[in-house]
């Protein structure tokens, strides 16, 4: 999306909180990995798809410094739990002071350790109503797998950095992370279980639900 474009996209959708504009500046202060964080557009469907979905498990797998678990748990209604894989201290240190300024500390479990580990250790039923996938690239095929085994029949994933800056339509282009995204988007697209749709929001947002 054109840069005047994606402004006027932003300008019309849900706005940023104060608090949400601090994290975004202090998670830029980090540096070159600030470029991990979700950008606001992003962060405004979430929260509307959160607040249409009424997820009562959702789980995020790639946390980072917090604002898209902050942009979900904003909208989750009262009871419901936001789990959170990471494992950074560092990074979701500045995540927890967040979430407690915005008082939904207690709607989020973050738990620090390989992201496989904790999915592999959830209840085996279908009870995930939303999930947001952001971590190491060549990880994706084994969360995907994971978490839609446990997706609830009105489920949604979602799927972040799927175009990588375009690359994954150049085959030629030798970029490793290109090639295991390619490699991923194509197993979602034939997987005869899901019904998919690829959205050019940010570097690319995968939306998965069951098949029916």
Request: hydrophobic share 45%; proline share 5%; with cysteine.
């Amino acid at each position: 999306m054109e840069e005047q474009a994606a402004l006027y996209a932003v300008a019309h959708s849900v706005q940023l909180t104060e608090l949400q504009r601090e994290l975004i500046a202090e998670t830029a202060s980090l540096g070159r990995v600030a470029g991990m964080q979700i950008g606001p557009l992003q962060g405004a469907f979430m929260t509307v798809l959160a607040t249409a979905l009424r997820p009562r498990l959702t789980v995020e797998v790639g946390t980072f410094t917090g604002y898209s678990a902050l942009c979900v748990a904003s909208a989750l209604e009262p009871g419901a739990q936001l789990i959170c894989c990471d494992v950074s201290q560092e990074w979701t240190s500045i995540a927890r002071r967040y979430w407690e300024r915005a008082g939904v500390a207690d709607r989020i479990d973050l738990r620090i350790g390989p992201a496989l580990d904790t999915l592999r250790a959830l209840p085996p039923e279908p009870l995930i109503d939303l999930a947001f996938i952001d971590a190491d690239k060549s990880g994706y095929p084994a969360y995907y797998e994971e978490i839609f085994t446990r997706l609830s029949p009105g489920g949604v994933i979602l799927v972040d950095n799927v175009l990588w800056g375009g690359a994954v339509a150049d085959r030629a282009s030798g970029d490793e992370t290109a090639e295991a995204l390619r490699a991923f988007n194509d197993h979602v697209a034939a997987d005869s279980r899901a019904s998919t749709v690829m959205l050019p929001i940010g570097d690319g947002l995968t939306m998965i639900s069951r098949r029916r």
